[in-house]
């Protein structure tokens, strides 16, 4: 059985690809504040709503 449950937490790879940008900027937004992520245990995760915090901050600024 499968399911079609969107993700609440995102690795920063899937959450680079979401937003069309490399890992490495992903990362970089993260360590800046820019982008908000958890942390669980020793793995990083990025909450999916962040990306779109994220983005309607980047369309607020543009305008």
Do not use: C, H, W
Request: no cysteine; proline share 5%.
């Amino acid at each position: 059985m499968t399911t079609n449950i969107a993700p609440l937490l995102l690795r920063p790879e899937e959450a680079a690809d979401y937003l069309g940008i490399g890992r490495t900027k992903v990362y970089e937004l993260i360590r800046s504040g820019a982008l908000r992520s958890v942390r669980i245990g020793t793995l990083r995760r990025v909450p999916a709503t962040a990306l779109t915090e994220f983005v309607t901050q980047l369309e607020q600024e543009a305008a």
